[in-house]
Antibody, heavy 121, light 106 residues
């Protein structure tokens, strides 16, 4: 069974940092491209970042570019999101998601349950 | 940024009836569109990708259609477990999601 379990969320002050983790199991993690997606309270889903299987391709939404860093450790079956210079606008539930294996599509076929990040003083 | 607009915001349908949800893109996304189902406390579930391809394990009562800027998700005979929130997403130009349609029991 495919499982994605996020951790690392919590309360952080504006300007602070946080590192999210996503533990993957039930599939060959190293062969799948991965994403982070977030949903702020009362708002819609927002794509945050993408990383390819070998970390050779990495992309960010403009809203987090220069502040967030995505990474992965295929040996540990883990995905990470280092978040720096956090603001209240970064308050959201953060999800990791797997890209579908079908190379013709870029949909997200499995998602984790999410971890809540609250930026507040 | 491509804006995805879903309608209606809430759809009330009786079990056993047909439900049709709409999604419009602010510019053409070709067939690069997905639909997701989301229930309270659960992770989103991929239903449809490529506008009309059912994801693995998705029942045949779910079907997707459209291309370009206009898309639909149809659930042919609503089951109790289908009442949920539904999102569309384009992946033609980065990734953006619609605000969702809540499918509720009439």
């Amino acid at each position: 069974e495919v499982q994605l379990v996020e951790s690392g969320g919590g309360l952080v002050q504006p300007g602070g940092s946080l590192r999210l983790s996503c533990a993957a199991s039930g599939f060959t993690f190293s062969t799948y491209n991965m994403y982070w997606v977030r949903q702020a309270p009362g708002k819609g889903l927002e794509w945050v970042s993408y990383i390819s299987t070998s970390s050779s391709a990495i992309y960010y939404a403009d809203s987090v570019k220069g502040r967030f860093t995505i990474s992965r450790d295929n040996a540990k079956n883990s995905l990470y999101l280092q978040m720096n210079s956090l603001t209240a606008e970064d308050t959201a539930v953060y999800y990791c998601a797997r890209r579908i294996a079908d190379q013709t599509a870029k949909a997200f076929d499995y998602w984790g349950q999410g971890t809540l990040v609250t930026v507040s003083s | 940024e491509i804006v995805m607009t879903q309608s209606p915001a809430t759809l009330s349908v009786s079990p056993g009836e047909r439900a049709t949800l709409s999604c419009r893109a602010s510019q053409s996304v070709s067939s690069n569109l997905a639909w997701y189902q989301r229930k309270p406390g659960q992770a989103p579930r991929l239903l449809i990708y490529g506008a009309s391809t059912r994801a693995t394990g998705i029942p045949a009562r779910f079907s997707g259609g459209g291309s370009g800027t206009e898309f639909t998700l149809t659930i042919s005979s609503l089951q109790s477990e289908d009442f949920a929130l539904y999102y569309c997403q384009q992946y033609n130009n980065w990734y953006t999601f619609g605000q969702g349609t809540k499918l509720e029991i009439k």
